[in-house]
């Protein structure tokens, strides 16, 4: 089975622009969770999809967005960059039911540089 | 905001010598996760204990669970040079089902 798939793996953007990072997770996954990691906070959790809908959301601004799509895949979006945006952003997919406990599995991550 | 809390926040050991971390949380938990971080890229899935677990082994993985004291411990066996990691601790809240993660140990081998 391939692994979680991020593109693109790096990213340079400038203050104010729009980037949009996209995750395809393992098949049959329907669960796309968003982390953002940097060195003096750690991993923030962003949004998990399931399914087509947005289940969760961590507290960041409305400038963070995502999307998934019917065949799991989901995309996130960063409007109006700012230098603190940068970041390693991690995409995680799992099976979705929390009953068992979910165990997620993780891609390389987006590394995004603002300047 | 972060449920859990790792400690320390670096380690350095020997090789061949145990290396123990410690993990603490603020809410119930369904269940407890560790993962490991090699340097700039994903995390990958080590064990998982659920709330009503105390201990539970994978290899030379040893995790402890004290749900009173909202903690909990990784204890590396026998540490060789490819454990040189970051290790974090993720909890699956009961309250709002979602998985959050502690800011991590950076734990370095020494040869």
């Known amino acids: 089975k391939a692994g979680v798939t991020q593109t693109p793996r790096y990213l340079i953007k400038t203050r104010g622009q729009q980037v949009t990072l996209s995750c395809s997770p393992i098949?049959?996954?329907?669960?796309v969770s968003w982390y953002q990691q940097t060195p003096g906070q750690g991993l923030q959790f962003l949004f998990e999809?399931?399914?087509?809908?947005?289940?969760n959301k961590g507290n960041f601004p409305g400038r963070f967005s995502g999307r998934q799509f019917s065949n799991s895949r989901s995309e996130m979006n960063v409007s109006t960059l700012e230098l603190g945006d940068s970041a390693l952003y991690l995409c995680?997919?799992?099976?979705?039911?929390?009953?068992?406990?979910?165990?997620?599995?993780f891609g390389s991550g987006t590394q995004l540089s603002v300047l | 905001s972060q449920q859990g809390e790792e400690d320390p926040q670096a380690l350095s050991i020997q090789e061949g010598e145990n290396a123990t971390m410690n993990c603490s949380y603020k809410?119930?938990?369904?269940?407890l996760q560790w993962y490991r971080q090699n340097s700039g890229r994903g995390l990958v899935h080590l064990i998982l204990?659920?709330?009503?677990?105390r201990e539970k082994h994978s290899g030379r993985l040893r995790v402890t669970l004290d749900t009173s004291k909202k903690s909990s411990s990784l204890l590396i066996t026998a540490s060789r040079a490819a454990d040189t990691a970051s290790y974090f601790c993720?909890?699956?809240?009961?309250?709002?089902?979602?998985?959050?993660f502690g800011k991590g140990t950076r734990l370095h081998i020494l040869p």
């Open positions: 204990i659920r709330s009503n677990e």
């Open positions: 999809y399931f399914s087509e809908t947005q289940r």
């Open positions: 098949s049959g996954h329907r669960s």
């Open positions: 993720a909890t699956d809240s009961n309250r709002d089902d979602k998985i959050i």
């Open positions: 809410t119930s938990i369904n269940n």
């Open positions: 995680a997919s799992s099976l979705g039911s929390r009953g068992e406990g979910e165990k997620l599995f």
